[in-house]
């Protein structure tokens, strides 16, 4: 992940003036509080029912919330920095460089795990109970942090052999080709990510199409599951744009030449915000289960069916009365 294209409040001796600056973090922080907001709602949904915690399925889908909650707080955060101070203390930098880093490599794989669940539960149901256990899912979400690790933390050791000491006082833009500048650094990047990612997409297209091929279209399991890997595909479309921002904002750049900081912003809305937003729509609005208990937190509403000491006191109030 190239996190140098979340900064977009500077590029040579180009900046935005105070109000546009103003402006565009009110914009971005705005955004994080909503869609942390809505993601904050599933996690608490998740915590007070146990219809959710102990099913692998949800367990695997607030992981996902949590790794996008961190990830856009950091990545807000470090644009927030970009504009009001521009350059960090580099060790300060790398803390929070690793850990964006490491829940932007998460995704995909998360992604990837949830649509083998959806496969293995529908192609194989009978040992789906058997395969896919809570104890095994925190496992497997363990082994996702330890793969995105091994593939930042080499570049750390490289950084702490290449640098001089006073690099790591020193202050500097806040952005991932500004720390980790060594060239192995970059193509250990680039072949990992390559590998990520046609491992990952390999999975989702065997998972689809086994998913298609094992429901016939004919259960309605069988489709909820096709249109959620379905939908894993697009959330994986949207994560890839990490990927490939240079070139996305090189082709902006060509047909707005003069508009570079406006490219900028707009390039990190659509590829560190967007891919945000629709996580919580997969199984925060899509599941029927999920939805029905996230509504009453999201729009502060208590059902006093779920609170009996509150049906039983009203009850006691109404009989002193009729006494």
Request: one cysteine or more; hydrophobic letters at 45%; charged letters at 15%.
């Amino acid at each position: 992940m190239n996190v140098s294209s979340l900064n977009g409040s500077s590029s040579g001796n180009q900046r935005d003036t105070f109000t546009t600056a103003v402006t565009k973090n009110v914009i971005v922080t705005a955004l994080c509080i909503s869609i942390n907001y809505v993601n904050g709602t599933l996690v608490h949904t998740f915590r007070k029912h146990q219809i959710f915690n102990s099913n692998p399925r949800y367990i695997l889908f607030i992981h996902l919330v949590i790794n996008d909650m961190m990830q856009l707080a950091l990545t807000t955060l470090l644009h927030i920095i970009s504009y009001a101070f521009y350059t960090i203390n580099v060790s300060f930098c790398i803390i929070l460089l690793i850990i964006t880093i490491l829940t932007t490599l998460n995704t995909p794989l998360n992604l990837a795990s949830m649509a083998v669940e959806c496969y293995i539960a529908i192609c194989m149901p009978l040992r789906s109970r058997q395969i896919c256990t809570v104890g095994k899912t925190y496992i497997l979400i363990g082994f996702i942090w330890v793969a995105s690790s091994l593939s930042i933390i080499p570049d750390l050791f490289i950084l702490i052999a290449t640098e001089p000491p006073r690099f790591f006082h020193s202050r500097r833009f806040c952005a991932r080709d500004y720390v980790f500048r060594s060239n192995y650094s970059i193509k250990k990047r680039n072949t990992s990510h390559i590998v990520c990612l046609v491992l990952v997409w390999l999975t989702l297209l065997y998972t689809y199409f086994r998913i298609v091929f094992a429901a016939r279209g004919a259960t309605l399991d069988g489709k909820k599951a096709r249109n959620t890997t379905l939908l894993h595909g697009f959330q994986l479309l949207l994560c890839m744009l990490t990927y490939v921002s240079p070139v996305f904002e090189q082709s902006l750049h060509y047909l707005l030449p003069r508009q570079y900081l406006a490219v900028r912003f707009a390039s990190y809305i659509v590829v560190q915000i967007l891919p945000r937003f629709v996580s919580p729509i997969v199984y925060g609005l899509r599941d029927q289960t999920f939805r029905k208990y996230v509504r009453q937190y999201l729009l502060c509403k208590v059902s006093i069916r779920n609170h009996p000491e509150t049906v039983t006191t009203s009850t006691m109030r109404v009989t002193v009365k009729q006494g």
